[in-house]
């Protein structure tokens, strides 16, 4: 009898909104962690792609294991039989994040995020956009009432960055934190020793 593959998968969706790097980083990383990824990418994020990264879509593709088409809706990721550790939108569009909340499941992207709400699984939304009106505020309450975790990529300035990619790592491993995936990204805090004479 053939026993069951236990490699643990990630669910990596790249949407529209700026800030590509952080689903590029994620992929690059994962290439050399146990995990399997599945990948799917929007229409406006392989347009925000090649915009931000100058990278095509091959490019990414070959980072991932697996790739879904946005549009596949019988993919494997579409179903909860599809054993994963959950998913990450990095980064979640406005756009994504709406279709997501409502249900409407209008895309694989949106299906895969639904199924694994349904599931009880992860699901992490890195929403990029600021200003924020009421209705976005309001979406993303009801998405984390569903068990969604809404995290915007806000800098840890306490870490020092000296360049962007400083930036994009340390979010990426506080990301991957989420799924108890280590990747050595994350500065962890050391806490800050009391001045002397300090009261």
Same mark, same amino acid.
């Given at each position: ?17 700026? $800030? ?65 550790? $959950?998913?990450?939108?990095? #980064? ?60 915007? #990529? ?6 020092? #960055? ?27 805090? #050391? ?9």
């Amino acid at each position: 009898m053939k026993l069951p593959d236990m490699t643990p998968r990630l669910i990596v969706g790249i949407s529209g909104a700026s $800030g590509a790097a952080y689903g590029v980083r994620i992929l690059e990383v994962l290439q050399q962690a146990p995990v399997e990824t599945h990948l799917v990418i929007s229409k406006a994020g392989r347009l925000t792609l090649m915009h931000e990264t100058g990278l095509r879509q091959n490019d990414i593709e070959r980072m991932a294991n697996v790739v879904h088409h946005n549009h596949d809706i019988g993919a494997t990721i579409s179903s909860g039989s599809f054993r994963t550790l $959950g998913m990450i939108v990095a #980064p979640c569009s406005v756009k994504t994040m709406s279709e997501i909340a409502s249900g409407m499941t209008a895309s694989l992207m949106s299906r895969a995020a639904d199924v694994v709400l349904k599931e009880r699984r992860r699901l992490v939304l890195m929403v990029r956009e600021t200003p924020l009106h009421r209705n976005h505020l309001r979406t993303m309450s009801e998405l984390s009432e569903l068990g969604a975790v809404i995290a915007p #990529p806000v800098p840890a300035l306490y870490t020092h #960055p000296e360049c962007v990619q400083d930036i994009v790592d340390h979010t990426v491993g506080r990301l991957l934190d989420l799924f108890d995936i280590e990747v050595g990204l994350a500065e962890r805090w #050391p806490g800050i020793a009391p001045e002397i004479g300090a009261r």
